[in-house]
């Protein structure tokens, strides 16, 4: 199981939590997703063998949010 914390642009409501919580939440390998409005912030976990992060965010930008990685996954951060 990977988890990422998304900063997410653009989130101004309760619809944008639904949104993103909705789409992302169908994706086939997420375990579990939660908006942090006020944050700008989107905790992800799932499992890497099946979705990856750019599925993840490619489903969040087609909403129409910009997104930024604040925290990379352990398998794929920078040494």
């Known amino acids: 199981m990977e988890n990422v914390i998304l900063t997410v642009k ?3 409501c309760g619809h944008c939590i639904n949104s ?3 789409n992302v939440g169908k994706l086939n390998g997420v375990h579990f997703v939660k908006v942090h409005l006020n944050e700008e912030k989107v905790d992800v ?3 890497s063998k099946v979705v990856s992060v750019k599925g993840i965010t490619d489903t969040i930008e087609d909403l129409g ?3 930024e990685l604040s925290k990379l996954p352990k398998d794929q951060s920078c040494h």
């Open 10 to 12: 653009g989130m101004s």
């Open 45 to 47: 976990s799932f499992d």
């Open 20 to 22: 993103i919580e909705g």
């Open 65 to 67: 949010y910009d997104i």
